[in-house]
């Protein structure tokens, strides 16, 4: 097999083989075919697009370029989810003990990541003395005992997607469905789940910017996720608003508790307990959507979510005594961010808030910052809200960086309308297996 030949074959928009997509990933891991071929393949890629049989070999042969976590142990189906990022996204830290609640599987590896605010390993690290690095032993001993573990991701997992992610970044080769959806399920795939929920983000604060674009990912990541053999839910949700009302590595987590015991925002208590009755389902715990999504609400009011909240960051080495004073451990040098007019919340724009919350120090630009745990922004108007002129529209919770950037931008995000508001629906669409 020549290199020049699969570029070819790409470029005049044939189809490659399994046998041909598996051995080019091998051969680039290891090095033998060079940069600037690879780079040609995935402009060829960009134009000419995959068919689903090409994507699926695309995602399994980065799956196998490493290691694939095995759960076989653990008894009953596991279950994971996974998001393609938005601002205030903290579904995995409520839907997690809320499924073990249940009697779901959790076992989960989150990620870090750059962005406006740290991955779920960060934000549970806020929490004193907790622990996101278990030994195997560990990690399996405490699903089977709690249900659920969550850690940070350790070993190798796809190398070869990282080294193509970084290729694609400086080659304009991003954006290209059937790239991303092998490069998101080549993770998924070897995770060790047996059902998976993808939660495809869509709007101004997402990675996906329009619905239809978002619908083709979720179809294939879904088609993907069939042809492995693994159960794939996607659920496409709005992301033009931010998600719940924290921004912020602890603050999220504060919104995180007061939603396990009932007390969350109705954006976040949607989309977490459709994700979850999506995955109580799989998990074969219930046979009905909507039984399943009640069962969900209830254990988030009866506090039997927010019970296996605390086993879990117990287990973990959290300190309860500060989950159970949060205000401990966020920033109290706060500023409001006041409205210059009176009207109704048309927009707020997500991705500007999550690059204000960046600004105050929540995120990491590059793998090397460090995060302020207790900074962030708590939004006090959302989309359809009526506001007086004067009124916070938001807290930011500050250190010293960024303050006047981050009140510009977080003004310059809401849009004041004086006309009505109309409905915009959370959950966009479904696509399942
Ligand atoms: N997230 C991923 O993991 N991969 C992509 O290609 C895009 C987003």
Request: zero cysteines; aromatic letters at 4%.
């Amino acid at each position: 097999m020549r290199m020049t030949d699969l570029i070819t074959k790409k470029r005049d928009g044939e189809t490659l083989s399994d046998t041909e997509i598996k051995t080019m990933i091998s051969r680039y891991v290891e090095g033998s075919i060079p940069d600037y071929q690879m780079s040609a393949f995935l402009m060829a890629t960009y134009f000419q697009g995959m068919t689903d049989e090409e994507s699926t070999a695309l995602a399994m042969a980065m799956r196998d370029s490493g290691d694939v976590i095995d759960l076989q142990m653990l008894p009953g189906i596991k279950v994971d989810k996974h998001s393609t990022g938005g601002v205030g996204d903290k579904v995995t830290l409520v839907l997690g003990p809320l499924l073990a609640s249940q009697g779901a599987t959790f076992a989960k590896m989150s990620g870090r990541g750059l962005g406006h605010t740290g991955g779920t390993v960060d934000k549970l690290e806020s929490i004193p003395g907790f622990r996101v690095e278990l030994s195997v032993d560990e990690f399996i001993r405490q699903v089977q005992e709690i249900g659920i573990a969550v850690v940070g991701q350790s070993g190798d997992i796809a190398p070869a997607d990282k080294k193509l992610y970084a290729l694609r970044d400086v080659t304009a080769t991003v954006d290209s469905i059937p790239l991303i959806a092998s490069s998101i399920m080549s993770k998924k795939l070897a995770s060790g789940a047996d059902a998976i929920v993808l939660d495809v983000k869509v709007g101004h604060g997402a990675f996906m910017k329009d619905v239809e674009d978002a619908t083709k990912l979720a179809r294939l990541m879904v088609n993907i996720g069939r042809l492995a053999r693994k159960h794939v839910t996607a659920v496409l949700t709005d992301m033009d608003d931010p998600l719940g009302h924290a921004i912020g590595n602890a603050l999220e987590v504060d919104e995180a508790i007061r939603t396990l015991k009932g007390n969350g925002p109705s954006d976040l208590i949607d989309v977490t307990t459709t994700i979850g009755a999506y995955l109580l389902m799989d998990a074969k715990i219930e046979s009905d959507f909507e039984v399943a999504k009640t069962r969900l609400k209830k254990a988030l009011e009866d506090h039997s979510a927010y019970q296996t909240f605390e086993a879990f960051v117990s287990a973990q080495g959290g300190d309860i005594e500060a989950i159970r004073h949060m205000e401990r451990l966020i920033s109290k040098k706060t500023v409001d961010v006041l409205a210059t007019e009176s009207g109704a919340i048309e927009s707020l724009d997500a991705l500007t808030i999550g690059l204000a919350a960046m600004r105050l120090g929540a995120g990491r630009e590059t793998k090397d910052d460090v995060i302020l745990k207790d900074v962030g922004i708590v939004l006090k108007k959302k989309r359809g809200d009526a506001v007086e002129k004067g009124e916070p529209l938001a807290v930011l919770h500050v250190q010293d960086q960024g303050v006047d950037d981050a009140y510009q931008m977080v003004l310059g995000a809401y849009r004041i309308s004086q006309e009505p508001v109309a409905f915009r629906p959370l959950i966009k669409s479904v696509v399942r297996d």
